[in-house]
């Protein structure tokens, strides 16, 4: 058989599969919260046999090319290092293939990948600061990161999970991310798939006091795939979390996001950016649980749908009476590109102190016909005026910000947008 | 030829028929301003030429230089020199100001088979224009028209209207809004590009601003219809009249076929 035929085969294998799992179906995502624990248990996260591999200074800088088991050929071509950054690190997740970490230096390193037996890597950065782990992994087991306390990774690392393998139909992931003390990280992650396939991801993080993570997720399964996420994150005294997630197409995806805010003046901000068309269905639902005084979270969920796709966000604020003094703000948007087009939103609040300034806003509605007609007048073409507004609303979480993750965000939806607009400078 | 050309025309939105029979005729260069008690149809007038959507023209006609408008869309129309600025001017938050207004002006030259403007030349253009409407060069670099006072909102449009160049400029009450000084610093820059051979189209309620940029014929629109034109004093003999007369005239001649029509 021909690499080609085997692929489609593969491919026909997995959609079959997939669709076997049992996800919710578009009417019973109409009531939301659908029950998802009976595929969540087919994954089965959180294995015990931990694979992680923790190791640092000890080993000596790898320096250039570094790689642990399988071809890279599989993989999606690496083709920009990730945020337009060489030297970036890349840990990539192949299906039920070994995890491979690779540190983008060059383009043509990737080509002359041997497979190996290597079980274990650290890759240094400078040799006054640790920067990343890794391990062989297998699907199903877990992978641990640590940030040492006080280390400020400059550079950001990307975890990039994809495809999926022709023994398991699905995959599940489990990473826990540990940021000490003052350590500063910035993680890209990807989910993108090349094949149809269905995957299951859970991300912990614990940041102790002071750290602070950017946590920058692309989310973007294949045509036809099924994603399921869990992220929950631990945010200790005086540290801070911020999220993006960037989420597009695939038939089904759903995204769980739990932040507790545990410490005194504990900070996190999430922001979700999602795209839905033909009949991609995505959810959203973000619950902070705020049990520290004077803790501060925001919430921004903005989606564009069009076609039949359905797009639905749930962000839930609970703040305890050991929490006074929390800050809690929400805002979620909508446009609906056509009829058929279905969001959702929901804000819901659970305050047990008397002490909280929240807010929340939520709108859902077409584009703005009077903003259109203003950029059209001027000479824009519809479709021009069209993608300006899409893309003023998908990057509002971030407006105003000239950040790498404010960059990272356009990127993704200018390209998402196509050629409609040219050299952005908004 | 002239410039604009409308004859006859008859539009309505949803129900409402607002222009009954509207005909106008502007040459290049000319200065027309339209005053009308409220509702009588100046805004629609203004939006119908530009190409608002939400508007049926039922019979007539509209040209631009000999080509009607009537089948175009309104970037089309703005490629080919019509110019709306608003009464109420939209805020666009999260659409940069200069970049819209850059990709606008390329647009149109595109369209036009023109060389499109580079980056740094029209950086040098927008900040002339826009000190000459007094506009803060840290204002237009914002997003579009967010946050900006009315006063702001107009003055930039007068800078869109610097920048595109069109051939007709209908400006629907420019100066509400303005302060004293804006309103020079208007009348100023449509002397000038009048001067450069743009035509006008003023809809106003008062005669502060045709004082200081004085129209070559003043139209009076009652009902959906022009019921009188005439030189510049007119608009003067209007502001101690009123449309009274006009208005009674309009209910006796349209009242059969324009019931809804305000008085
Ligand atoms: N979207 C709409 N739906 C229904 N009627 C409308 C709509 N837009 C305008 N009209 C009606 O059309 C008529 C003309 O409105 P228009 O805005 O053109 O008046 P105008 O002459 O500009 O008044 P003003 O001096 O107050 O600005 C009014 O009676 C108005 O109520
Ligand atoms: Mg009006």
Same mark, same amino acid.
């Given at each position: ?41 087919? +994954? ?201 997630? +960037? ?22 901000? +999430? ?78 609040? +659970? ?76 | ?263």
């Amino acid at each position: 058989m021909t690499s080609m035929n085997q692929s489609h085969a593969l491919r026909e294998d997995l959609a079959a599969a997939a669709s076997g799992l049992n996800w919710p179906s578009r009417k019973q995502e109409a009531w939301r919260r659908s029950p998802v624990s009976s595929i969540k248990e087919r +994954f089965s996260l959180k294995q015990q046999n931990e694979a992680a591999i923790v190791s640092l200074h000890e080993h000596p800088p790898w320096v250039g090319e570094a790689w642990v088991g399988h071809v890279l050929k599989s993989a999606p071509q690496s083709e920009e290092p990730c945020m337009g950054q060489e030297g970036a690190i890349r840990l990539l997740w192949l299906g039920s293939s070994p995890l491979v970490v690779e540190r983008l230096q060059s383009a043509e390193n990737s080509a002359e990948v041997t497979s190996g037996g290597a079980s274990a890597l650290s890759v240094r950065e400078r040799p006054e600061s640790v920067t990343a782990i890794l391990a062989k992994l297998h699907t199903r087991e877990t992978l641990r990161m640590r940030v040492s306390a006080g280390c400020a990774l400059e550079l950001p690392v990307e975890l990039l999970v994809t495809g999926a393998s022709a023994q398991e139909q699905s995959s599940g992931t489990h990473f826990v991310c540990e940021v000490g003390a003052g350590a500063c990280l910035t993680l890209v992650e990807r989910c993108v798939g090349n094949i149809s396939e269905s995957r299951s991801m859970l991300l912990e993080f614990h940041l102790g006091e002071g750290a602070q993570v950017e946590h920058l997720r692309e989310s973007s399964p294949a045509d036809g795939g099924y994603l399921l996420s869990e992220v929950e994150v631990n945010v200790g005294a005086g540290a801070s979390y911020r999220s993006v997630l +960037f989420a597009r197409q695939g038939r089904y995806q759903r995204h769980d996001v739990t932040l507790n805010l545990q410490g005194e003046g504990a900070k996190a901000d +999430f922001a979700s950016v999602v795209v839905a068309d033909s009949d991609s269905q995505a959810e959203v639902q973000v619950k902070v649980h705020a049990t520290a005084p004077q803790t501060h979270s925001s919430m921004c969920h903005r989606a564009v749908v069009k076609d039949r796709g359905d797009v639905g966000f749930t962000g839930t604020v609970a703040v305890t009476g050991s929490a006074p003094g929390a800050e809690a703000h929400q805002s979620a948007k909508a446009l609906l590109l056509n009829e058929g087009a279905v969001a959702f939103v929901k804000p819901e609040l +659970f305050i047990e102190t008397d002490e909280v300034a929240c807010s929340h806003g939520a709108t859902i509605g077409a584009l703005d016909a009077a903003a259109r007609f203003y950029l059209m007048s001027r000479g824009l073409e519809r479709a021009v005026a069209e993608a300006l507004l899409i893309r003023a609303c998908l990057l509002e979480p971030l407006t105003g910000r000239t950040s790498p993750a404010a960059r990272w965000l356009a990127a993704l939806v200018e390209a998402e947008l196509g050629g409609n607009i040219d050299d952005a400078v908004c | 030829m002239a410039l604009l050309e409308i004859d006859n025309l008859v539009a309505s939105i949803g129900e409402t028929e607002v222009l009954r029979g509207l005909s106008l005729k502007v040459e290049a260069g000319e200065v027309h301003a339209i005053m009308g008690p409220n509702g009588a149809g100046k805004s629609t007038l203004s939006k119908i030429i530009a190409g608002h959507p939400d508007y049926t023209v039922k019979s007539g006609d509209i040209r631009l230089g000999g080509e009607t408008l009537l089948n175009k869309s309104p970037d089309e129309r703005a490629a080919l020199g019509v110019f709306l600025g608003f009464q109420d001017p939209v805020e666009i938050p999260g659409v940069n100001n200069l970049y819209f207004l850059r990709t606008a002006l390329n647009a149109q030259r595109r369209r036009r088979g023109e060389a499109e403007i580079d980056a740094p030349s029209f950086l040098r253009l927008a900040k002339d224009e826009a000190a000459r409407v007094g506009l803060d060069a840290g204002l237009i670099k914002r997003a579009l028209n967010d946050g900006f006072s009315g006063g702001e909102r107009k003055r930039n449009e007068m800078l869109q209207l610097a920048v595109l160049q069109p051939k007709l400029a209908i400006l629907d009450e420019i100066d509400s809004g303005l302060d004293i000084d804006a309103l020079a610093a208007v009348a100023q820059n449509a002397a000038r590009l009048r001067a450069e051979g743009m035509s006008f189209l003023l809809v106003t309620h008062y005669n502060r601003l045709l004082d200081a940029f004085p129209p070559d014929i003043v139209h009076v629109l009652v009902g959906g219809r022009i019921v009188h034109s005439g030189p510049a004093a007119l608009a003067k003999e209007l502001e101690t009249s009123g449309y009274h007369a006009w208005s009674q005239l309009e209910v006796q001649s349209g009242a059969a076929q324009a019931p809804s029509l305000h008085v």
